[in-house]
């Protein structure tokens, strides 16, 4: 115990991880005890031949330097080590300057010290007092060569011999004491750089598991989800009292303002961990737009607002850019617009201007909405902040929508900006310029030649029996028996023919004996998962020479290198656990279309 408070004593330890504030204490604890005993030394060394000659001068030599010991206790007692710092430059600088004068000015022994002094400042404070306390020392050299008629004759009467004798000690102690500053603030550092690297690696390493973990709730969290908020849909389409259907849309709404916060908590992690992926794919703007408005119109309409959509016919319709992430941001603008609007409209222009192959878009949204005051402008694109504290109670969300926006925009190489008066409304701003890009090509879609209806089986069989009606065959791939159910319960039966396939294994056996209008493939299956599945569904197409049917992903993994690692293996679309009645029958309508023609002409 007595040992290591005499370590720490002599080494003081690093608090907190602070190597910087230990490497300033070390380095000026071995120079104040270095200072202490050689400036001692040398003056008792001198004691005999100067006492009688130079009394006071030899006094203040030998006990000047003892009052640096002080230091130490000092740096033992308080944190502060820039206070103790400023007091041991103060007072060696003083101690050096009335020596030099007493002894010879700007020729004396004494004033060499005043060299190490200027980059013991550096060293114990840092590079701007350092650079002050040059000009501090370059200041009183300029003094005392002024000063040298005033300065006590005695001493230039020593001879050269002498004078370049102390001058050498001088020059040794000087650089003595640099060298060891020197080297022990550059340990430290070395020491400081060593532990940044491991603190990084562990930084890294808890960020990887942090996503890992992330992505594992995702998943894990949807897939229940998806049974409850599937199976309350559900439950709303049948004979329910007026309180029953109350009871039933509130666990629909809930559960979507549930998946809405843990969306912006996982887009928020990706994109502060720098893991955000944007891509750069032909889109068509004025279908885009159009979604987008088709997205909002019931909403509106249930409100009794007026939605309003502005485009300018000039613009260039194909476009280059990540298509998802605008629409993210869009869909979080005039959602934001439609949450905090009671009555009046809310209007989306879209504007902009071609300069050099690419297209400088500026999407407007207006709202009539309650406001902003200006003093809060800023604080709405911080995370988990609304104007105001109260309206967490007054409105749903977690107050990450526009934050996410922002960066969002700003990973673009855009920007968003807010415009308000209070009572009147909103408007933002999103600017971004994308190139403008060729027309986009369709997808070749190719015939197949088997025709044979698959009826509901779950064992991933197919019936066998010939196609003598025109209802759309799904081959679904779900290990899961609620999502299975769910699934079944929102296609509706007069117009599909489904098949499900519990692995990866039996739907690809189920694909390959038969014909199929669509895929809907799982990712998280046992056997064989959704990727391995889509890419083996792809060889076995080029081998055949089969028409290429599209897949879609149906997935709870919501992370976006999982959408391009399911484009990747194959799958032409995403669709995101849970699933949504509406959004399940539009990408069904989407994909089947090209493919019913494709077969029938073939």
């Given at each position: 115990?007595a040992?290591?408070?005499?370590s720490?004593f002599?080494?003081?330890?690093?608090i907190?991880?602070d190597?910087?504030?230990?490497?300033?204490?070390?380095?000026?604890?071995?120079?104040?005890?270095?200072?202490?005993i050689?400036?001692?030394?040398?003056?008792?060394?001198?004691?005999?031949?100067s006492?009688?000659?130079y009394?006071?001068?030899t006094?203040?030599?030998?006990?000047?330097?003892?009052?640096?010991?002080?230091?130490?206790?000092?740096i033992?007692?308080?944190?502060?080590?820039?206070?103790i710092?400023?007091?041991?430059?103060?007072?060696?600088?003083?101690?050096?300057?009335v020596?030099?004068?007493?002894a010879?000015g700007m020729?004396?022994r004494?004033?060499l010290?005043?060299?190490?002094?200027?980059?013991?400042?550096?060293?114990f404070?840092g590079?701007?007092?350092?650079v002050?306390?040059?000009?501090?020392?370059?200041?009183?050299y300029?003094?005392?060569y002024?000063m040298r008629?005033?300065?006590?004759?005695?001493?230039?009467?020593?001879?050269?011999?002498?004078?370049?004798?102390?001058?050498?000690?001088?020059?040794?102690?000087?650089?003595v004491?640099?060298?060891?500053?020197a080297?022990?603030?550059?340990?430290?550092?070395?020491h400081?750089a060593?532990?940044l690297?491991?603190a990084?690696?562990?930084?890294?390493?808890a960020?990887?598991?942090?996503?890992?973990?992330?992505?594992?709730m995702?998943h894990?969290i949807?897939?229940?989800?998806?049974?409850?908020?599937g199976m309350?849909?559900?439950?709303?389409?049948?004979?329910l009292?007026?309180?029953?259907?109350?009871y039933?849309?509130?666990?629909?709404?809930?559960?979507?303002?549930l998946?809405?916060?843990?969306n912006?908590?996982?887009d928020?992690?990706?994109?502060?961990?720098?893991?955000i992926?944007?891509?750069?794919?032909?889109?068509?703007l004025h279908?885009?737009i159009?979604q987008?408005?088709?997205l909002f119109?019931?909403r509106?309409?249930?409100?009794?607002?007026?939605?309003?959509?502005?485009l300018?016919?000039?613009?260039?319709?194909?476009i280059?850019?990540?298509?998802g992430r605008?629409r993210?941001i869009?869909?979080?603008?005039i959602g934001?617009?439609l949450?905090f609007?009671?009555?009046?409209?809310?209007k989306?222009?879209?504007?902009?201007?071609v300069?050099?192959?690419?297209?400088?878009?500026?999407?407007?949204?207006?709202?009539?909405?309650?406001?902003?005051?200006?003093?809060?402008l800023?604080?709405?694109?911080?995370?988990?902040?609304?104007?105001?504290?109260?309206?967490?109670?007054?409105?749903?969300g977690?107050?990450l929508?526009?934050?996410?926006?922002?960066?969002?925009a700003?990973?673009?190489?855009?920007?968003?900006?807010a415009q308000?008066?209070?009572g009147?409304?909103c408007?933002?701003?999103?600017k971004?310029?994308l190139?403008v890009?060729?027309?986009?090509?369709s997808?070749?879609?190719?015939?197949?030649?088997?025709?044979?209806v698959?009826?509901h089986?779950e064992?991933?069989?197919?019936?066998g029996?010939?196609?003598?009606?025109?209802?759309?065959r799904?081959?679904?791939a779900?290990?899961?028996d609620?999502n299975?159910?769910?699934?079944?319960?929102?296609?509706?039966?007069?117009?599909?023919?489904?098949?499900?396939?519990?692995n990866?294994?039996?739907?690809?056996?189920?694909?390959?004996?038969?014909?199929?209008?669509?895929?809907?493939?799982?990712?998280s299956m046992?056997e064989?998962?959704?990727?391995?599945?889509?890419?083996?569904i792809?060889?076995?197409?080029r081998?055949?020479?089969?028409r290429?049917?599209?897949i879609?992903?149906?997935?709870?993994?919501a992370?976006?290198d999982?959408?391009?690692?399911?484009?990747?293996?194959g799958?032409d679309?995403?669709?995101?656990?849970?699933?949504r009645?509406?959004?399940?029958?539009?990408?069904?309508?989407?994909?089947?279309?090209a493919?019913r023609?494709?077969?029938d002409?073939a």
């Amino acid at each position: 115990m007595a040992r290591s408070a005499i370590s720490q004593f002599f080494w003081p330890p690093v608090i907190d991880g602070d190597y910087l504030d230990a490497a300033r204490k070390r380095c000026l604890l071995v120079v104040s005890i270095a200072v202490a005993i050689i400036g001692s030394l040398s003056g008792w060394r001198n004691f005999d031949t100067s006492m009688a000659t130079y009394p006071i001068q030899t006094i203040i030599a030998i006990v000047v330097p003892l009052v640096f010991l002080v230091c130490p206790f000092l740096i033992a007692r308080t944190p502060r080590v820039r206070g103790i710092a400023w007091f041991f430059l103060a007072f060696s600088y003083i101690g050096i300057v009335v020596v030099a004068i007493i002894a010879g000015g700007m020729f004396s022994r004494s004033a060499l010290f005043l060299l190490p002094w200027a980059v013991m400042a550096t060293l114990f404070l840092g590079w701007k007092e350092g650079v002050g306390a040059a000009v501090i020392v370059f200041c009183t050299y300029l003094a005392l060569y002024f000063m040298r008629g005033m300065i006590a004759p005695s001493v230039y009467a020593m001879s050269i011999d002498a004078l370049s004798h102390w001058l050498v000690v001088g020059l040794s102690m000087t650089l003595v004491m640099l060298i060891t500053g020197a080297a022990i603030f550059q340990r430290e550092m070395e020491h400081a750089a060593i532990k940044l690297c491991e603190a990084r690696t562990e930084a890294e390493s808890a960020n990887r598991a942090k996503s890992d973990f992330l992505a594992m709730m995702s998943h894990e969290i949807r897939t229940p989800m998806n049974g409850v908020l599937g199976m309350a849909e559900m439950l709303e389409d049948t004979e329910l009292t007026n309180q029953q259907r109350l009871y039933a849309k509130t666990i629909t709404s809930s559960g979507a303002s549930l998946m809405t916060i843990i969306n912006d908590i996982l887009d928020l992690s990706k994109i502060e961990a720098g893991h955000i992926s944007l891509t750069n794919k032909p889109f068509a703007l004025h279908s885009f737009i159009e979604q987008i408005s088709m997205l909002f119109k019931l909403r509106a309409n249930q409100q009794q607002l007026d939605l309003f959509i502005e485009l300018d016919q000039n613009l260039p319709d194909h476009i280059s850019g990540d298509a998802g992430r605008i629409r993210q941001i869009l869909i979080n603008l005039i959602g934001n617009a439609l949450k905090f609007t009671e009555k009046g409209h809310i209007k989306l222009k879209v504007s902009g201007a071609v300069m050099a192959g690419d297209v400088e878009l500026s999407f407007i949204v207006e709202d009539t909405g309650i406001g902003v005051p200006e003093d809060k402008l800023d604080d709405i694109f911080r995370k988990f902040e609304q104007a105001e504290g109260t309206t967490t109670r007054r409105f749903d969300g977690a107050g990450l929508g526009l934050a996410i926006s922002r960066q969002l925009a700003h990973a673009m190489g855009g920007d968003i900006t807010a415009q308000s008066v209070c009572g009147e409304g909103c408007t933002f701003t999103f600017k971004v310029t994308l190139p403008v890009a060729a027309a986009i090509p369709s997808a070749p879609v190719r015939a197949r030649d088997t025709s044979v209806v698959i009826t509901h089986r779950e064992d991933g069989s197919p019936s066998g029996t010939e196609l003598k009606t025109s209802r759309i065959r799904v081959l679904i791939a779900e290990d899961n028996d609620v999502n299975r159910l769910v699934i079944k319960s929102m296609i509706d039966a007069a117009k599909y023919d489904i098949c499900f396939a519990v692995n990866g294994v039996k739907a690809l056996a189920a694909y390959k004996a038969a014909a199929f209008d669509i895929v809907l493939m799982d990712v998280s299956m046992p056997e064989m998962d959704g990727h391995e599945t889509a890419c083996a569904i792809r060889n076995f197409e080029r081998e055949t020479e089969a028409r290429r049917t599209p897949i879609v992903c149906v997935t709870a993994h919501a992370f976006e290198d999982q959408r391009e690692k399911t484009l990747a293996a194959g799958m032409d679309d995403y669709l995101s656990k849970p699933i949504r009645r509406e959004q399940l029958t539009a990408m069904l309508t989407k994909w089947t279309t090209a493919s019913r023609k494709a077969r029938d002409v073939a």
